[in-house]
Nanobody, 120 residues
């Protein structure tokens, strides 16, 4: 069993910053790509950014220049630094990880989500 636990969401004014973290734990052999997604009310879940195990990153257009994804492989943790936040960034943010379990099979896992609210 693998768990992803997110932290760091909250309420911030427009123009402010928030930092999210997501730690993976459990029966893990290795972790591949990790990422952050978000889902606003009435909208589909969308990619914010992802990062490979070697550190290559990919960002949604709206996140470029404002958000930074990073990871600490030794801690099985992925981070999302969000700057210059806008009200339209309000959403539940979910962590995702591709995990190789001890049987060497790969599975995708999701965190429980953390609310980010940006007030105008």
């Amino acid at each position: 069993q693998v768990q992803l636990v997110e932290s760091g969401g909250g309420l911030v004014q427009a123009g402010g910053s928030l930092s999210l973290s997501c730690a993976a734990s459990g029966s893990i052999f290795s972790i591949g790509a990790m990422g952050w997604y978000r889902q606003a009310p009435g909208k589909q879940r969308e990619l914010v950014a992802d990062i490979t195990s070697s550190g290559s990153t990919n960002y949604a257009d709206y996140a470029k220049g404002r958000f930074t994804i990073s990871r600490n492989n030794a801690k099985n943790t992925v981070y999302l630094q969000m700057n210059s936040l806008k009200p339209e960034d309000t959403a539940v943010y979910y962590c995702n990880a591709n995990v190789q379990v001890p049987s060497r099979r790969w599975f995708g896992y999701w965190g429980q989500g953390t609310q980010v609210t940006v007030s105008s």
